[in-house]
């Protein structure tokens, strides 16, 4: 099962458990190509998670306000032509594809990413993660 598909899994599964929560899903948004674009749930809390060019899960994390919390994290490059991450070095491998998870309610964000951190591998979550073994800690 790919990254994507596993994260709707695990999010779907948690709506349901613990209050059926309304999830609205973006597409994925290229870093590169979409950064002069609107943030997908620009203006919601919610969940956001960062891949790589392979699709690889980089980072899962949550937000009162998703586009702000991107802005925090990408900017445009020296051209103006596209968007790259602000602290490239910070990352395990480039970031270049973002989809969002928007909410109804800010509260509800925390729980969802912990309960889908619980379950996922991520490569740039440090603090889920054990310093001897790389793997989530809970």
């Known amino acids: 099962m790919d990254a994507l598909a596993d994260i709707k899994k695990w ?4 709506a349901q458990r613990y209050g059926n929560l309304k999830l609205e899903w973006s597409d994925y948004w290229d870093i590169e190509l979409d950064y002069e674009e609107t943030w997908p749930n620009n203006s919601k809390p919610g969940c956001y998670f960062i891949f790589n060019d392979g699709m690889e899960l980089l980072y899962i994390g949550k937000a009162s306000h998703i586009g702000a919390r991107l802005s925090s ?3 445009f490059d020296e051209t103006r032509t596209k968007g790259v991450a602000k602290n490239i070095e910070s990352w395990s491998s480039p970031p270049r594809f973002i989809v969002t998870v928007g909410l109804e309610h800010s509260y509800e964000a925390p729980s969802l990413e ?9 490569s740039d979550n440090k ?4 310093s001897k073994t790389g793997e989530n800690v809970l």
């Open 114 to 122: 912990e309960y889908l951190l619980i379950h996922l591998k991520t």
């Open 73 to 75: 994290y990408f900017r």
């Open 11 to 14: 999010a779907s599964e948690y």
């Open 127 to 130: 603090l889920w993660q054990s």
